[in-house]
């Protein structure tokens, strides 16, 4: 089963930039999507394809994707970017496709 | 509106049945596969299986293959999660999603609000 590894944690000020990797055996061979969710809520798509952004998602939040890392950046942070954060690639023959989620707090 | 509506909260004994539905709307329901997303409160995504509704097809992820029945009906655009018998392990939010992309692609565009299933004796 692939295996992603995300950070537990990110905490940062706002305005800051917080950059959440996504680690995985050559993931820069695979397509990755992100996810935020805030507590209480149904997950939301923030950034497929590595790095398309779905109309509505802020510039602010970006991605990218090479090598054994990919990576959702969210530039200029706000109180309202505090969510878990979880990666996703695709695979049907896999039991994970999510990484185990990183906390992002906004100090 | 497109969104996917989940039905609403449970509460159950072990060894019960139950069947969980997610309605689509606002798009064709039968032009998208559906999956289902486990949550136990306080942990991270899980997925469990997808679905066609339009080839009537399945695909589950091994941690739940024998578990779980994934299905959907497309002429009432709904999609079901269904368990014969359950334990207090199955405990957890339960999320429908709408997957689009394609091949080894697929991603998840849209989700349901999430139903909470409490399986205690």
């Known amino acids: 089963s692939y295996v992603l590894t995300q950070p537990p944690s990110v905490s940062l000020a706002p305005g800051q930039t917080a950059t959440i990797t996504c680690g995985g055996d050559?993931?820069?061979?695979?397509?990755v999507h992100w996810y935020q969710q805030k507590p209480g809520q149904a997950p939301v798509l923030v950034i497929y394809?590595?790095?398309d952004r779905p109309s509505g998602v802020p510039e602010r939040f970006s991605g990218s994707n090479s090598g054994d890392t990919a990576a959702l950046t969210i530039s200029a942070v706000e109180a309202g970017d505090e969510a878990d954060y979880y990666c996703?690639?695709?695979?049907?023959?896999?039991?994970?496709?999510f990484g185990g989620g990183t906390k992002l707090t906004v100090l | 509106e497109v969104q996917l509506v989940q039905s609403g909260t449970e509460v159950k004994k072990p060894g019960e049945s139950l069947k969980i539905s997610c309605q689509g709307s606002?798009?064709?329901?039968?032009?998208?596969?559906v999956a289902w997303v486990r949550q136990v409160p306080g942990r991270g995504l899980e997925w469990m299986g997808i679905?066609?509704?339009?080839?009537?097809?399945?695909r589950y992820s091994p941690s739940f293959q024998g578990q779980v029945t994934i299905s959907a009906d497309r002429s009432i655009s709904t999609a079901y999660l269904q368990w014969s018998r359950l334990q207090a392990s199955d405990t957890a939010f339960y999320f429908c999603?709408?997957?689009?992309?394609?091949?080894?692609?697929?991603?998840?565009?849209?989700w349901g609000r999430g139903t909470l299933v409490t399986v205690s004796s």
């Open positions: 679905t066609s509704p339009q080839k009537s097809e399945t």
């Open positions: 996703q690639v695709w695979s049907s023959d896999s039991a994970r496709i």
């Open positions: 050559d993931i820069g061979s695979k397509t």
């Open positions: 606002g798009y064709t329901f039968s032009n998208y596969w």
């Open positions: 394809y590595d790095s």
């Open positions: 999603a709408r997957s689009d992309g394609l091949g080894n692609s697929r991603y998840f565009d849209l």
